[in-house]
């Protein structure tokens, strides 16, 4: 059974910074994780992602600069580093797995039950 979980949401006022992490487990061999966000009322917005077998990185232009995804020693982890937060960065987020970065309409097979960003003025 594969498993993404999220955790490192939180409260922060703007300027703050907060790092998630998603830890994976089962996943299929060469499966890349991705960060995504939903605010109430918007759509679901790619933040980034990273696959190393593909020489591939991508980050939103609405966090570029200020968020990085990357891997820690701990295995089958993958962190969001979030700094400058602003009040819209303020939603739900979400890993999610599959064999490639796909871009806008590819839903990936794989999802994480999201963990709350909340930043405040």
């Known amino acids: 059974e594969v498993q993404l979980v999220e955790s490192g949401g939180g409260l922060v006022q703007a300027g703050g910074s907060l790092t998630l992490s998603c830890t994976a487990s089962?996943?299929?061999?060469?499966?890349?994780i991705g960060w995504f966000r939903q605010a109430p009322g918007k759509e679901r917005e790619r933040v980034s992602c990273v696959s190393r077998k593909d020489d591939y990185t991508y980050t939103a232009d609405s966090v570029e600069g200020r968020f990085t995804q990357s891997s820690g020693n701990v295995k089958n982890t993958v962190y969001l580093k979030m700094n400058n937060l602003k009040t819209e960065d303020t939603a739900v987020y979400y890993c999610?797995?599959?064999?490639?970065?796909?871009?806008?309409?590819?839903?990936?097979?794989?999802w994480g039950q999201g963990t709350q960003v909340t930043v405040s003025a």
């Open positions: 089962g996943l299929p061999f060469d499966y890349v």
């Open positions: 999610a797995a599959d064999f490639h970065c796909y871009g806008k309409g590819k839903e990936y097979d794989y």
